[in-house]
């Protein structure tokens, strides 16, 4: 099954002042987490392929089953300024679009200690395991 991705685009005010128009592009698919409910409600993350791992606010994962792999915080550099204190779990995933769900996934996941960095899918277990197809030329994107 194929799940249709989203590129939201923005252009970016500080260049845009100077007279240069540049495009802030984003890839975006909905996720939802299994909980004791069956699965959370639907969460807007951003597919990050710079990113090794997949990052998770609090908000989010804190109502979800989390299965921890390590028990003592560790910190991811890189992204923003600084760095995220988190804990490193494995979840399971589905991505959605308007016409269906995608097959459970187990990934592995920094769990944020805060609400400080969006949803960000990384590599592991996502895009080592799907097809990742994107054109913006042509506004088609998605995973399968």
Excluded: C
């Excluded at 990934?107 to 994107?134: C, M, Q, R, W, Y």
């Amino acid at each position: 099954m194929s799940i249709r991705l989203a590129f939201e685009t923005r252009v970016d005010l500080d260049f845009l002042s100077h007279g240069i128009s540049i495009r802030l592009v984003r890839l975006i698919t909905s996720v939802q987490l299994k909980n004791q409910d069956g699965w959370t409600r639907k969460y807007t993350a951003i597919i990050d392929t710079g990113n090794p791992i997949s990052v998770i606010p609090r908000f989010i994962w804190s109502n979800a089953f989390v299965k921890w792999l390590l028990p003592e915080p560790t910190k991811l550099y890189g992204i923003g300024s600084g760095s995220v204190s988190g804990r490193l779990a494995e979840i399971i995933s589905v991505f959605v679009d308007e016409k269906g769900v995608s097959q459970p996934f187990t990934i592995k996941a920094h769990l944020l200690d805060d609400d400080s960095v969006p949803f960000l899918i990384g590599f592991e277990d996502v895009l080592t395991e799907l097809t990742l197809t994107s054109d913006f030329k042509s506004k088609t994107a998605y995973l399968k």
